[in-house]
């Protein structure tokens, strides 16, 4: 993985202030950072969470400096990252501890609230510092964030937040425009599709599988790429006994090794033993998911640490797309384009302005079906690397940069990324740590359950096969699974609106508006721990809160409740035997469109 997916941990789960003045290279700055050791390891650390009240601003920025303590720091380097509203909006590696200045623009949410999060990643000892960091509005300073940070050595959270009742009555009417701006967002039939396909699969496979690392330096010799047992059709055997509908593979990653024979480097298996350097890892994984029935996708990373060109911008843009267009011109129908988000230097010392606009107008171009994924208009990345979604999870989104138009509001999905081990890349030290059956499945219902797409990544070793473990624990994931959808206790069900929500057809809905409650008469009773509710997506998504009611003993009691739905809504709960059920829809946007209601038994993995 990159910049575009670092695992992000709320403060209070170890992230410590030192003090608030912090020198580097000699020059201090007043600062918000957080001193190693990182409880549970440096990756996504949130050092400070902002509600921000910019009602009363124009063109409001966010200034702040960068920095790597004196006296501390590792080989590894960090990487410095901004959200808004959940959203990455900016990220940057460092290595050097000298102070860097940078200017966020912050105009987009003038005139509301939004919460702001500053956050590292470190891969070693650093102290990473975010230095004088301010809202301004002109010469104007809308909140010195820095000084609302305690000197402490002690977990604290950073936060001011202004209550609702509070909130100028103004703000309050743009609240409720806005919702009403919400209702009539729908998916493109490409998010759509895509949405359906609920479990895929990635793979992080390169020069870095060779050389033990998680992030290359794009001076390795091609020469150590030698996956001697390469099976692509293994790969895909693997992919249809865990059930994962597509395969993303890593095509190019940060430090430039293509894993096809570009036209465009010399930094790629065409110079690898491998098949006597007429190999091509990516047109034989293609052709083996054709074969096999499953979608392929392809990761491209725009960070690229080895090409003399990266940080030219004109001239380095234009390489990358030619690589793009190798990738989508070459190797039949492309389903999901990922895109990583980092940014860090080149073999010169340069960064790179990337072209995302032109990147996703040659894909269209290209491959129209395709999603473009993370660093893209069509997916967004959930926030973490643990494979969680929100309990409230929205598909409706604020327009970013990144959308075409002028709603200001978009269809944006989560994808839930992890791995089934520690690391991305294999590691052999890696083999006895493979994530366990009970993590896995809470992972399924906190992803796929929670409105999302679960994109798992298993890593292939150096023979080029997934690995013994991976692909057993995998087995026990599905057949896991399968067990529980093999029967719906609700099939057969009677009631006002049996038909919609038990005939598995998504056209045919419960439609109404909030609230609104039905019954659901099960044929017998039936001992269930999993409801799960969908909505049609296809038109929108809507409901904001729900409950449902079981009659126990002639009472109805209430053994589950949640907010969104959306595509998939999975809850587990202690077993409830009973044959009547009620659904009560509380709020929503507009009038709901329900599909589906489920009753399943899951088995508790061992």
């Keep these: 993985m990159g910049l575009a997916a670092p695992k992000r941990e709320p403060l209070s789960r170890g992230a410590q202030f030192a003090r608030q003045t912090c020198a580097c290279k000699g020059v201090k700055k007043t600062s918000i950072f957080a001193h190693p050791p990182w409880k549970g390891g440096g990756q996504g650390r949130v050092l400070g969470e902002f509600t921000l009240d910019l009602a009363k601003t124009e063109k409001p920025k966010l200034h702040f400096f960068t920095g790597l303590r004196d006296g501390h720091g590792s080989t590894a380097g ?21 102070w860097r200045e940078w200017t966020i623009d912050l105009t987009s949410h003038a005139g509301r609230s939004c919460v702001l999060e500053l956050a590292v990643d470190t891969l070693g000892e650093h102290y990473a510092c975010f230095g004088e960091p301010r809202v301004v509005d002109g010469p104007r300073v809308v909140v010195d964030l820095a000084a609302l940070a305690k000197t402490a050595r002690k977990t604290i959270e950073v936060r001011q937040r202004v209550p609702a009742d509070q909130l100028p009555a103004s703000y309050r009417k743009q609240q409720q425009q806005a919702l009403a701006a919400t209702v009539g967002v729908r998916p493109s039939p490409r998010q759509l599709a895509w949405q359906q396909l609920d479990f895929i699969g990635f793979v ?15 001076k390795e010799a091609p020469e ?14 693997v992919w249809q006994d865990a059930g994962m509908k597509l395969l ?17 480097t010399e930094h790629s298996v065409k110079h690898s033993p491998w098949r006597g350097g007429k190999g091509d890892v990516v047109r034989e994984i293609a052709d083996a998911c054709r074969r096999a029935g ?11 640490r080895n090409h003399p060109e990266y940080g030219n911008s004109p001239v380095y843009n234009e390489h990358f797309r030619k690589q793009l ?66 309990e409230t999870e929205w598909s409706v989104k604020r327009r970013t940069g990144r959308h075409e138009g002028t709603s200001p509001y978009v269809w944006y999905p989560a994808e839930c990324d992890v791995s089934i081990r520690p690391g991305w890349f294999y590691h052999a030290s890696q083999d006895g740590k493979v994530k366990g059956l009970k993590k896995l499945v809470d992972i399924y219902f906190k992803s796929i359950g929670r409105n999302s797409v679960l994109l798992l990544n298993i890593p292939p070793d150096r023979r080029g096969l997934i690995h013994e473990n991976d692909h057993a624990r995998l087995r026990e994931l599905r057949a896991l699974v399968d067990r529980m959808y093999a029967r719906d206790f609700a099939k057969g069900a009677r009631g006002a609106q049996d038909v919609a929500l038990t005939d598995d057809d998504q056209r045919t809905v419960w439609g109404s508006s909030a609230p609104a409650s039905t019954t659901l008469e099960l044929a017998s009773p039936a001992t269930f721990n999993v409801v799960m509710l969908r909505e049609n997506i296809a038109e929108g998504q809507h409901v904001e809160s729900f409950a449902v ?25 202690d077993p409830v035997t009973c044959s009547r059920l009620r659904l009560r829809i509380l709020a929503s946007r507009g009038d709901f469109h329900l599909s589906k209601s489920a009753l399943y038994q899951c088995a508790s993995p061992e």
């Design 78 to 98: 960090v990487i410095f990252r901004v959200y808004v509203d959940t959203q990455q909006v900016w990220a940057e590696f460092q290595d050097k501890g000298a």
């Design 204 to 218: 992080h496979f390169g020069i870095n599988t060779f050389t033990d690392r998680e992030w290359g330096t794009g």
């Design 224 to 237: 150590l790429f030698n996956p001697t047992a390469f099976d692509a059709d293994q790969w895909v055997r």
């Design 248 to 264: 993303i593979l890593t095509a190019k990653h940060h430090d430039g090794f293509c894993l096809w024979p570009s036209a465009f």
């Design 294 to 304: 499953i979608k392929f996708g392809v990761y491209l990373s725009p960070w690229d």
């Design 325 to 390: 267009r190798e990738l989508l011109t070459n190797y039949g129908e492309i389903s999901e384009v990922w895109f990583d988000g980092a940014c860090g230097e080149g073999p010169n010392g340069k960064r790179q302005a990337y072209d995302f606009p032109s990147y996703y107008r040659l894909i269209r171009e290209l491959q129209p079906q395709a999603v473009i994924a993370i660093s893209g208009p069509d997916v967004r990345w959930v926030g973490n690397e643990t494979g969680v979604a929100r």
């Design 549 to 573: 009611d079981a009659e126990i003993a002639g009472q109805w009691q209430e053994i589950a409740k949640g907010t969104t739905i959306g595509h998939r809504r999975l809850l587990r709960l």
